[in-house]
């Protein structure tokens, strides 16, 4: 039979059959995923991301979940420790604080959170926040989509690590190629 004839042949089969074509433009091969557990104080990303001395622990990967969702605790956030003042452009955060209590700016609101409390901000929010309790806090962050977040956290880590004040430069150019950007500095 010929090939072209065999395809249609195949396409009337599959017609009569009720079936949507879209079906046969679906992977095939597509690897059927399994849960899995991740330690406590362990990491499912390859390389161990640290901001200051404490690690940042990776329990979700973006690659996890077709890229939809990356999911971490963070652990490093000292009293006086906090991101610039930033926002995002293409995904949303969301955080629960485990230990230690916060202080959030979201767009020009103060919110103050403690162990258990939990908030969302959106993309394209600006936002930056700060440990306020004596002894270090610990979050639970989901990004969504979380597209590639892990390298953007691993490339931080490198930039913040150093000696003195980091580069504001490099850690504007980290920021913009995740699509995001610092509008100001750090909470104090």
């Known amino acids: 039979m010929e090939r072209k004839k065999f395809i249609q042949n195949s396409m009337l089969l599959v017609a009569s059959a009720g079936l ?13 995923k399994k849960g899995f557990k991740v330690k406590a104080k362990e990491n499912c990303y390859n390389d161990k ?8 622990d990776f329990k979700l990967l973006s690659s996890d979940t077709e890229d939809r969702l990356s999911i971490f605790i963070s ?31 979201v767009d020009d609101e103060m919110l103050t959170l403690n162990v258990g409390d939990t908030i969302f901000i959106p993309r ?10 004596e002894k270090p806090g610990t979050l639970l962050v989901a990004i969504t989509p979380g597209k590639g977040i892990e390298n953007y956290f691993a490339e931080m880590g490198k930039i913040i690590n150093v000696q003195g004040m980091p580069d504001m430069k490099a850690m504007q150019a980290v920021y913009k190629t995740y699509h995001s950007e610092i509008l100001g500095p750090p909470m104090k």
């Not at 949507?20 to 059927?32: E, F, G, H, V, Y």
């Open 20 to 32: 949507p074509l879209s079906i046969l433009a679906q992977k095939t091969s597509q690897k059927k």
């Open 124 to 133: 394209k929010v600006k936002h930056a926040f700060n440990c306020i309790s």
């Open 49 to 56: 991301i640290v901001y200051g001395d404490k690690p940042i």
């Open 75 to 105: 652990s490093n956030n000292a009293k006086g420790f906090g991101p610039p003042l930033h926002l995002h452009h293409t995904f949303d955060e969301f955080f629960c604080v485990f230990d230690g209590s916060f202080i959030y700016q």
